[in-house]
C-alpha cells in the first residue's frame, strides 16, 4: 500500500509564501500520477495540481496557475506545492493523492490519499 504524509502547512499572511511537501512510502514503482486538492469545510475537495512521477507533464486548476508550482524530488520521492502570493481564498485543508493512472484533475482518479495539512491565510 502506497503511504503519503503532507507537511509544510501552517499560518501565513496574505501575499506570503508557503511549501507543501508529499512523501510517498511503499511500492512507489506503483504511482505514475501525484496530485494536490484542498478542501474547506462544506464544500467538495477541490483539484489543485498534478505532476506525473516521472516530472515531464504537470496540471494545474485555473484558480491557481501562475501562483503554485508542482514539482517531483525524485531522489527523496517526494513531490512538492510552492505557494506564492497567497490569498486568503486559498485558505483549506490540502490533500496529497496517487495513483497509477494517467494524469488527471478528477478526484476520483487518485487512490491513495495522505491525511491532509491545514493552510491558513490571513488577510
Known amino acids: 500500500q502506497v503511504q503519503l504524509v503532507e507537511s509544510g502547512g501552517g499560518l501565513v499572511q496574505a501575499g506570503d509564501s508557503l511549501r507543501l511537501s508529499c512523501a510517498a512510502s511503499?511500492?512507489?514503482?506503483?504511482?505514475?500520477?501525484v496530485g494536490w486538492f484542498r478542501q474547506t469545510p462544506g464544500k467538495e475537495r477541490e483539484f489543485v495540481a498534478a505532476?506525473?512521477?516521472?516530472?515531464?507533464?504537470?496540471l494545474y486548476a485555473d484558480s491557481i496557475k501562475g501562483r503554485f508550482t508542482i514539482s517531483k524530488d525524485n531522489a527523496k520521492n517526494t513531490v512538492s506545492l510552492q505557494m506564492n502570493s497567497l490569498k486568503s481564498e486559498d485558505t483549506a485543508i490540502y490533500y496529497c493523492?496517487?495513483?497509477?493512472?494517467?494524469?488527471?484533475?478528477?478526484?476520483?482518479?487518485?487512490?491513495?490519499w495522505g491525511q491532509g495539512t491545514q493552510v491558513t491565510v490571513s488577510s
Open positions: 505532476i506525473t512521477w516521472s516530472g515531464s507533464n504537470t
Open positions: 511503499g511500492p512507489t514503482f506503483k504511482i505514475n500520477i
Open positions: 493523492a496517487a495513483d497509477g493512472g494517467l494524469v488527471s484533475s478528477n478526484v476520483l482518479a487518485y487512490d491513495w
